[in-house]
Each structure stands twice: as structure tokens, then as C-alpha cells.
């Protein structure tokens, strides 16, 4: 089993929409977790980070953490043509994030 | 605050080479972590330096190796080239790195071997 499982997509939503990214990850002792997002042919930038079971909201982006499940998913509400990128969840773990493969999302206006 | 420098931006290598990467931190910042990314494998770790000291490697063969330096800029080399290594390689920065901490990464450096 993979440590970060994501769905690589791609993800179609249309404009206006709400984009549901989800992540499962294998390591129970991950207390952080980190969601980046990269456009083509750039880095990756830190888009949220959760800590806590439950929701965590920052604007139109909803992080949600279930540890239990060991599952945590991005909301994207009222999607935009500029959220086309792909996605990448990482848990924080000691000195090191292991990313999943990413999810491309594509926003269709 | 000036981001996470890498360079060079490009480089084209041959196969057998070697080739050395270079990447300053944010300032403050004193872990620096390193990964390859490819189309097929995505993200990989390849280490993580902190305070001059490897504290993590991941599963890459002994021809990656890297340094840090005492201002917490880093390098990372590369020898034998080989054609699997044609990636884009970034360079992260964090306060601690203790994985608590988001990582900031640099522009990469994109190699390509020939």
C-alpha cells in the first residue's frame, strides 16, 4: 500500500461548481497535513494545512480530516478556471512530507 | 522576504556525468529537503538537511548525495548520470523541517540527460 493515496483524475467540474480532492494516507502516527497546489511547468505553493479532526476553512478552500479514517479532503466551492492545477496532498510526518501523485483538476468554464 | 533560490533554472547533461544542483533557503530557514519529480513517480523525497546534518534520506541510490552548508544553502549532486535521472528537481525550505512546518519550494531545476 501506497503511503498517500490520491484519484490522479483528471477531475472535470464546471465553473461554479464545488470540487471535492480526497486523500487517504497509510502512516496513523500523521498529526499535520498539507495540501499544495501546482499549475503546469511551476512548484508547488501551500494552498492549506490541518492539524485537527474536523473542518478547517480558508475562503473558498475547506480542508477536512477524519484521522480515524485516515482520510483528508479539499473542498474548492465556487470553482474558478484559475483552480485548473493539480492538487497534492501531503502528511507532515518527522522531518519529511511524502506527496501523493496528485489529483489534475480541470475547471470548465 | 526573498523565496527559495534554485540553480541553475536548466541543465543538459550526458550520460556519465555528473552534475551539481544548488538551492538558498529562505532566510531563517534552516532545513532544507530535496525531491524529483516526474511525470510517472510525481513528488519523491530525496533528503532532508538540517543544521548541516542529514537527518532523512529517501529511497534513491548512493549516486544522489547532497550537503549544507553552515548559511543553510544547500547542494545536491548528482554522478553517473543516467537517463532515468532526466527530472525536475526542488528544493524546499521550512523553519525546523520538523514535518509540522509547510515547506516552500523553489522554481526547480529542470535536467535533462542526454
Known amino acids: 500500500q501506497k503511503e498517500v493515496e490520491q484519484n490522479s483524475g483528471p477531475l472535470s467540474v464546471p465553473e461554479g461548481a464545488i470540487a471535492s480532492l480526497n486523500c487517504t494516507y497509510s502512516d496513523r502516527g500523521s498529526q499535520s497535513f498539507f495540501w499544495y497546489r501546482q499549475y503546469s511547468g511551476k512548484s508547488p505553493e501551500l494552498i492549506m494545512f490541518?492539524?485537527?479532526?474536523g473542518d478547517k476553512e480558508d475562503g473558498r478552500f475547506t480542508a477536512q480530516l477524519n484521522k480515524a479514517s485516515q482520510y483528508v479532503s479539499l473542498l474548492i466551492r465556487d470553482s474558478q478556471p484559475s483552480d485548473s492545477a493539480t492538487y497534492l496532498c501531503a502528511p507532515g510526518g518527522a522531518q519529511k512530507l511524502v506527496f501523493g501523485q496528485g489529483t489534475r483538476l480541470t475547471i470548465n468554464p | 522576504k526573498a523565496g527559495v533560490t534554485q540553480t541553475p533554472r536548466y541543465l543538459i547533461k550526458t550520460r556519465g556525468q555528473q552534475v551539481t544542483l544548488s538551492c538558498s533557503p529562505i532566510s531563517g530557514h534552516r532545513s532544507v529537503s530535496w525531491y524529483q519529480q516526474t511525470p510517472g513517480q510525481g513528488l519523491q523525497f530525496l533528503f532532508e538537511?538540517?543544521?548541516?546534518?542529514?537527518?532523512n534520506k529517501g529511497n534513491f541510490p548512493g549516486r544522489f548525495s547532497g550537503r549544507q552548508f553552515s548559511n543553510s544553502r544547500s547542494e545536491m549532486n548528482v554522478s553517473t548520470l543516467e537517463l532515468g535521472d532526466s527530472a525536475l528537481y526542488l528544493c524546499a525550505s521550512s523553519p525546523e523541517g520538523t514535518g509540522y512546518s509547510p515547506l516552500h519550494f523553489g522554481n526547480g531545476t529542470r535536467l535533462t540527460v542526454t
Open positions: 538537511y538540517f543544521s548541516e546534518t542529514q537527518r
Open positions: 490541518i492539524y485537527s479532526n
